[in-house]
């Protein structure tokens, strides 16, 4: 019989699992960041692209309001406390107890750094992907709430 190794978990081996997964996440962005190099936001919003066409996401129409309330929805269900709204073309993306910025703290990376950059980004590829617009990241603040906007595009035409 195989055992159960998951009910047997301690709060520590959680800690230790996170602790693996930062120093996992801080590598490969380090890494992709060496060898990508300038090239490096171009693949944060193909990984968002690839990403929003694998989600759980139903939309009757493709347009950035939309696009913004899936993205909020489904990250929710992932418990992430996020919020979402438009401002114009552009969109405005709230955070508290950001993940990314837990691994930053966990790594004592600086919050707003290449790990959060390529977070922002890999978010506006999702958001393109929906929305038919490509999108654009600016990080606004960063801390306990981590705030960043999409100034989204005119959609590109169907082919």
């Known amino acids: 019989m195989i055992g159960k ?7 520590e081996d959680y800690d230790k ?40 996401v139903h939309m009757t129409e493709k347009t950035p309001s939309a696009a913004l309330d899936e993205l909020v929805r489904v990250l929710r269900i992932q418990r992430m406390e996020i919020d979402a709204r438009l401002e114009g073309s552009e969109a405005v993306l709230s955070m508290h107890d950001c993940p990314i910025g837990s691994v930053c703290r966990n790594r004592q990376m600086e919050l707003g750094s290449e790990v959060c950059q390529m977070f922002h980004y890999y978010i506006a590829g999702i958001v393109a992907e929906l929305s038919g617009c490509p999108a654009r ?12 906007s999409l100034t989204l595009s005119a959609p590109r035409p169907q082919l």
Do not use: Q, Y
């Not at 380090?30 to 190099?37: A, K, L, Q, R, S």
């Open 137 to 148: 990241p600016k990080t606004l603040t960063v801390g306990e709430n981590c705030t960043f």
């Open 17 to 56: 699992a996170f602790t693996e997964v930062s120093f996992l996440l801080d590598m490969l962005v380090e890494t992709i960041t060496t060898f990508v190099g300038k090239s490096t936001p171009s693949l944060g919003i193909a990984s968002g692209r690839k990403m929003a066409l694998n989600m759980p």
């Open 5 to 11: 190794s998951e009910l047997t978990l301690a709060p």
